[in-house]
Protein backbone atom coordinates (compact mmCIF):
# COMPACT_ATOMS: atom_id res chain seq x y z
CA UNK A 1 0.00 0.00 0.00
CA UNK A 2 1.38 3.44 -0.71
CA UNK A 3 0.62 6.88 0.96
CA UNK A 4 1.35 9.78 0.22
CA UNK A 5 3.26 12.55 2.49
CA UNK A 6 0.26 14.56 3.62
CA UNK A 7 -1.95 11.81 4.29
CA UNK A 8 0.82 10.47 6.54
CA UNK A 9 1.46 13.89 7.93
CA UNK A 10 -2.73 13.71 8.92
CA UNK A 11 -2.33 10.49 10.27
CA UNK A 12 0.43 11.59 12.16
CA UNK A 13 -1.54 14.81 13.46
CA UNK A 14 -4.44 12.30 14.58
CA UNK A 15 -2.42 10.09 16.43
CA UNK A 16 -0.89 12.89 18.42
CA UNK A 17 -4.21 14.51 18.96
CA UNK A 18 -5.06 11.11 21.19
CA UNK A 19 -2.08 11.08 22.77
CA UNK A 20 -2.59 14.73 23.49
CA UNK A 21 -5.85 14.04 24.82
CA UNK A 22 -4.65 11.74 27.34
CA UNK A 23 -1.65 13.25 28.46
CA UNK A 24 -2.17 17.07 28.65
CA UNK A 25 0.12 18.12 30.40
CA UNK A 26 2.76 18.07 27.28
CA UNK A 27 1.14 21.31 25.69
CA UNK A 28 4.81 22.90 26.09
CA UNK A 29 5.95 19.98 24.08
CA UNK A 30 2.80 20.96 21.43
CA UNK A 31 4.20 24.27 21.27
CA UNK A 32 7.45 23.82 20.58
CA UNK A 33 6.50 20.92 17.75
CA UNK A 34 4.50 23.89 16.28
CA UNK A 35 6.56 26.60 16.30
CA UNK A 36 9.19 23.78 14.91
CA UNK A 37 6.48 23.01 11.98
CA UNK A 38 6.42 26.82 11.10
CA UNK A 39 9.68 27.24 10.48
CA UNK A 40 10.08 24.46 8.31
CA UNK A 41 7.83 25.75 6.52
CA UNK A 42 8.91 29.45 6.33
CA UNK A 43 12.46 27.69 5.67
CA UNK A 44 11.18 25.74 2.62
CA UNK A 45 8.80 29.23 1.23
CA UNK A 46 12.20 31.16 1.83
CA UNK A 47 10.18 33.61 4.26
CA UNK A 48 10.51 34.76 7.88
CA UNK A 49 7.82 33.63 10.24
CA UNK A 50 7.16 33.38 14.02
CA UNK A 51 4.69 32.16 16.36
CA UNK A 52 3.04 35.10 18.57
CA UNK A 53 0.19 35.51 20.73
CA UNK A 54 -2.65 37.27 19.46
CA UNK A 55 -4.80 39.68 21.43
CA UNK A 56 -6.92 36.74 22.22
CA UNK A 57 -5.01 34.95 24.09
CA UNK A 58 -4.08 32.14 21.54
CA UNK A 59 -1.11 31.66 19.01
CA UNK A 60 -0.57 33.39 15.82
CA UNK A 61 1.48 32.51 13.00
CA UNK A 62 3.08 36.04 11.62
CA UNK A 63 4.60 35.54 8.15
CA UNK A 64 7.04 38.30 6.78
CA UNK A 65 7.22 37.96 2.90
CA UNK A 66 9.87 38.81 0.61
CA UNK A 67 7.42 41.85 -0.72
CA UNK A 68 7.43 43.10 2.79
CA UNK A 69 3.86 41.77 2.73
CA UNK A 70 2.83 40.68 6.52
CA UNK A 71 0.40 37.47 6.99
CA UNK A 72 -1.11 36.15 10.58
CA UNK A 73 -2.39 32.39 10.02
CA UNK A 74 -3.64 30.74 13.14
CA UNK A 75 -3.11 27.29 11.63
CA UNK A 76 0.22 25.60 9.47
CA UNK A 77 -1.70 24.42 7.62
CA UNK A 78 -3.62 27.86 5.89
CA UNK A 79 -0.02 29.12 5.82
CA UNK A 80 1.49 26.53 3.61
CA UNK A 81 -1.71 26.98 1.44
CA UNK A 82 -1.39 30.68 1.39
CA UNK A 83 2.25 30.54 0.69
CA UNK A 84 2.23 27.48 -2.04
CA UNK A 85 -0.31 30.14 -4.04
CA UNK A 86 1.86 32.71 -3.72
CA UNK A 87 4.72 30.36 -4.89
CA UNK A 88 3.01 29.80 -7.91
CA UNK A 89 1.82 32.95 -8.86
CA UNK A 90 5.79 34.37 -8.33
CA UNK A 91 7.03 31.79 -11.42
Do not use: W
Not at 12 to 18: C, D, F, W, Y
Not at 31 to 56: C, M, P, R, T, Y
Not at 73 to 83: A, G, I, S, V
Request: aromatic share 6%; hydrophobic share 35%; net charge negative.
Amino acid sequence: MKITKTRLKQIIKEELAEINKEFPTHAATRAVSKEDEVQDLADSFGVHASVEIDSNGRPAIAVYHKNGDLSAYHDPEDMYRELAKRSESEM
